[in-house]
Structures are given as structure tokens and as C-alpha cells.
């Protein structure tokens, strides 16, 4: 189906557009009451994750409030994990748990990439959103990184330095080549297949990225980004957001991803710098920005958008904290609508 606004897929081939487009990461949760309110109606998180009708409701839920220029798809990177023979738990206040995490050859061994058969909620709530969305604007599906995935299979939930996932790295190298190829091979089977279903765009979310170092995120990330990125790039456009990851953007950006996804701790003008005026580049003003007044979070926005200039995504450095005001909210996705080159 043709998408009525399609201002962000217009930014992504580098056309010259009137104003940058604009979504949240995180969008879909928790700063809606809308999606408190249906999230409240169930038995926990993975109860909405598995419900495609909920799942279309909910992504299209910040297209109605907001006006947000994308949807993305309501889920979790944890899907994966799931899939690939690792349940996870999402535990209130704290965040995700796997009971089993992977610490030999034998648990890699065992570990599917067959995953696809196991992913049919998500796919289902790709078509009834795309059925409800009605082409109002296009839909993102997304995947966690290899090496982000890598970090909660070994690690078994949220972590400051991910240091049990970086002690087995170095510990066991071979190995952990061995699982990330195995999570690549899942992940390219799994967003192809969103494609198919007909997501408009992918965004693969390096979450931790920013633990390693440049010679460990060249070995351990680049190659299997550059698989995925490549399975992807004939039939749709990708974005890479590899958060905390400034250190390796050349890198990333050989890696050939249609657009770069930023955090704020590189400022615009260093990313052109670095990047050009070319590459398109999403981000990054501070979630926290949102917590500021009215003036100051437009004094912000307006100032990244000159900033970064033309080829540029407006988003956050990272996902929306679900304790912003929604007004706040709207005052910057009002802001970069009313903006004019
Ligand atoms: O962006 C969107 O609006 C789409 C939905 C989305 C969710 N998770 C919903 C969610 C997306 C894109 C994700 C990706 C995700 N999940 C990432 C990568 C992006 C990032 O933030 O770096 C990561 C690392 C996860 C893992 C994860 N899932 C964590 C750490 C948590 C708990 C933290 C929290 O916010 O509570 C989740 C749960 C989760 N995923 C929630 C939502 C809305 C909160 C669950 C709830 O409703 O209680």
C-alpha cells in the first residue's frame, strides 16, 4: 500500500524535504495512558508482546496522539532469545530475566535458529497493523543486535557493565563467535521475514554497543551487522543505532546502512564531521531534555535541527523515559512539525 505520509522513507533515499521528520523511540509505552491503561488490562508485558490485536492497537496508538511521521512495531528485542530456546521473564520495576542463560558449548548447541515458526505472534501483528494503520504513515519493525542479545543470554538480565557477557567474550572467543553467528542467522531469518509481511523500514538497536572497545566492537559487531545489514538492504531501508558506539562510526558507517542512529553524546556537529552531510543520521537530542520547560526543549530542537542540517531523523539519543510528561512530549514533535528548512 502506498504510505499517504512518507517523509521519513522521502529522508532515508536523501531527498530534499520540507521539514525532518519525527518519532520516538519507545514511543509505543508507557508515557501513553492509553497504553497503561491496556497494558493494566493484562497479565503482565509478554501477555501484550503476544497479542497481535493489542500489539496494532498499541503501535498506533503515538500515530493518534502524537502525530508522529512512523509507527514502530509494539514488541521486544527479547523475542529472540525467546525463540532461539531462552524464555524470558519481564520482572515489574526491574526489568528482564532469563532463568536459563547460555554458559557452554553444548547450551549454544542447543539453541535453535529456526526461529520464525516460534515468531508468528509478531508477525501477525504486523499484518492487522498494517491493516489498521491504513498507510498513514510507514511502519518500522525492528531487532536487537547480535552482540546487545549476546549480552542478555549470558548475562541474564539488565546490567551497568555487562561484565559476565564481556568476561565470556574474552574468555571464550571462539564460542562466542559461535553464538553470535547463531543469533545472526535468527535475526536474518526474522527480520526478512517482517519485510515480507511489509515493514517499511528496519532498525537494528546495538543497545550496549558502548561497553566495548573499538577493536572488540571491529571483531565482535561489525562482521554479523554487515551480514544483517546486507541480507536487508536490497528489498528495504535499514537503520543502525549502535548506542554509545561514537568511537567506531566509521566503521559503522562502511557497514552500509542507510541511516546511522545517534545517541547525545556526540553532537551534531561532530557527527557531520565524522559522517559527512550526506549520511542520513537519526537522533539524539537527551531524553532528559524533555523533563526541561517548553522554551528550552524548542531552543534544543530547533538548535539539533540546524545543527545536524539536512539527511536527519529527529529522535532522541535513546528510547523516551516513561516518566516524561506527555505534554513535553508533544511540544517537541510540535516543534519539529512547524520547523521549515
Ligand atoms: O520503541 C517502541 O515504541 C517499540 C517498542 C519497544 C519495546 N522494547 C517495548 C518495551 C522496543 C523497540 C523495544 C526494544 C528493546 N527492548 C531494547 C532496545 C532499545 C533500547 O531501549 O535500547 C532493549 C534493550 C529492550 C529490553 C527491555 N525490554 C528492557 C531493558 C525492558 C525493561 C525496561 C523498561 O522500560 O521497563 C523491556 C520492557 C519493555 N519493552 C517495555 C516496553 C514498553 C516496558 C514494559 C512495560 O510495559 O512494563
Same mark, same amino acid.
Given at each position: 500500500m502506498?504510505?499517504?505520509n512518507d517523509l521519513l522513507l522521502r529522508t532515508v533515499k536523501g531527498e530534499k524535504v520540507e521539514r525532518p521528520p519525527v518519532w520516538l523511540m519507545r514511543q509505543a509505552g508507557r508515557i501513553l495512558p492509553q497504553y497503561r491503561a491496556v497494558r493494566n488490562s493484562l497479565n503482565g508485558f509478554i501477555a501484550l508482546v503476544k497479542n497481535p490485536e493489542l500489539v496494532a492497537e498499541v503501535t498506533i496508538q503515538p500515530v493518534d496522539e502524537l502525530g508522529v511521521d512512523a509507527a514502530i512495531l509494539f514488541s521486544d528485542i527479547l523475542v529472540i532469545p525467546e525463540a532461539m530456546g531462552l524464555p524470558y521473564e519481564l520482572v515489574e520495576k526491574k526489568g528482564p530475566y532469563f532463568p536459563k542463560v547460555i554458559? /557452554?558449548?553444548?547450551?549454544?548447541?542447543?539453541? %535453535? %535458529?529456526?526461529?520464525?515458526?516460534?515468531?508468528?505472534?509478531?508477525?501477525?501483528?504486523?499484518?492487522k497493523t498494517l491493516e489498521k494503520l491504513e498507510g498513514r504513515v510507514p511502519l518500522i519493525g525492528f531487532s536487537g543486535a547480535p552482540f546487545t542479545l549476546f549480552c542478555y543470554m549470558i548475562e541474564g538480565s539488565g546490567s551497568k557493565t555487562f561484565s559476565k557477557a564481556k568476561r565470556f567474550l574474552y574468555?571464550?572467543?571462539?564460542? /562466542?563467535?559461535?553464538?553470535?553467528?547463531?543469533?545472526t542467522t535468527a535475526i536474518i531469518q526474522y527480520t526478512n521475514e517482517k519485510v515480507n509481511r511489509g515493514v517499511h523500514l528496519i532498525q537494528i538497536f546495538d543497545s550496549w554497543a558502548g561497553?566495548?572497545?573499538e577493536q572488540s566492537y571491529r571483531e565482535f559487531c561489525i562482521p554479523y551487522l554487515r551480514e544483517i545489514v546486507q541480507s536487508l538492504k536490497p528489498r528495504v531501508p535499514v537503520t543502525l543505532f549502535s548506542k554509545g558506539a561514537w568511537f567506531a562510526l566509521h566503521?559503522?558507517?562502511?557497514?552500509?546502512?542507510?541511516?546511522i542512529g545517534l545517541d547525545w553524546n556526540i553532537s551534531p556537529s561532530q557527527a557531520r564531521d565524522l559522517l559527512g552531510r550526506e549520511q542520513v543520521v537519526q537522533g539524539n537530542l537527551d531524553p532528559c531534555m524533555l523533563y526541561a520547560d517548553d522554551q528550552m526543549i524548542e531552543n534544543a530542537t530547533i538548535k539539533m535541527i540546524q545543527e545536524f542540517g539536512r539527511n536527519h531523523i529527529v529522535n532522541l539519543g535513546h528510547g523516551v523515559y516513561p516518566d516524561t510528561p506527555l505534554d513535553k512530549v508533544k511540544t517537541f514533535v510540535n516543534c519539529v512539525k512547524s520547523f521549515r528548512y
Open positions: 502506498q504510505v499517504k554458559q /557452554s558449548k553444548s547450551d549454544i548447541e542447543a539453541l %535453535t %535458529t529456526e526461529v520464525n515458526p516460534q515468531l508468528d505472534y509478531v508477525f501477525g501483528g504486523i499484518d574468555q571464550e572467543p571462539e564460542l /562466542s563467535h559461535q553464538l553470535l553467528q547463531k543469533i561497553v566495548l572497545d566503521d559503522i558507517q562502511r557497514v552500509g546502512a542507510d541511516v
